[in-house]
């Protein structure tokens, strides 16, 4: 008889100990991770609507041909909504600051357009715009004080591109740079961009 309560004893100690366990668990969570919600900066002018307000445009060579201008410009889409547009008609061009013998007297294309941001708390921050392109060395930039940033255009459709960088000293350059920009090979296409809707987050605190 005692051989036979001790073998029950032994058979229902494991189910005890895990109802117990779970009777005790019961109600107790893991605490979930703190997202800090995001707060959105104001631009001027982040959709071109207003031209180039707001933007520092450089462009090393800017030309006009009729309707069509090279460079970094504002252009109009057909519904005439407006857009940051990069076009080069191929994919060097000459340097104006090179008289003619100076060999070699042509060069890729270079430029930038970019906003001042200032008042902003040190910090972590993303910068984001819709923008597509043919070619390279065409990119979404960002320098928060201590070093610059940059992520490549590298789709032909728009897409949305998503930059992160740091602040510090309370002021930021934000926008598009062109470094070298060069038209896709072997086609020899010349290098273009589009770009629209920027916008600039950061975590509150």
């Not at 117990?20 to 002018?45: D, H, M, R, W, Y």
């Not at 357009?113 to 902003?120: D, E, K």
């Not at 960002?142 to 002021?171: C, P, Q, R």
Request: proline share 5%.
């Amino acid at each position: 008889m005692k051989q036979l309560s001790f073998l029950i004893s032994t058979l229902l100690f494991p189910t005890l100990v895990s109802i117990f366990s779970i009777s005790c668990n019961k109600g107790v969570s893991k605490p979930s991770e703190v997202v800090k919600p995001a707060n959105q900066i104001t631009l001027i002018n982040p959709g071109f609507e207003d031209s180039t307000t707001g933007w520092a445009i450089q462009n090393d060579s800017a030309y006009t041909n009729g309707d069509i201008k090279w460079g970094i410009t504002v252009q109009k889409d057909r519904y005439g909504s407006r857009y940051l547009n990069f076009y080069a008609p191929q994919n060097y061009h000459k340097d104006s600051t090179k008289p003619d013998w100076v060999a070699p007297n042509w060069t890729p294309w270079n430029g930038g357009a970019y906003q001042t941001v200032s008042n902003l708390k040190d910090g972590n921050y993303t910068l984001k715009c819709k923008a597509a392109a043919v070619g390279y060395g065409m990119f979404l930039w960002a320098d928060g004080g201590e070093k610059a940033d940059s992520v490549a255009f590298k789709s032909s459709v728009y897409e949305t591109k998503i930059l992160e960088f740091i602040v510090k000293g309370g002021t930021a350059k934000i926008g598009f740079r062109c470094s070298n920009a060069d038209g896709t090979q072997p086609a020899l296409l010349a290098p273009w961009f589009n770009a629209d809707d920027v916008e600039l987050w950061t975590e509150s605190e």
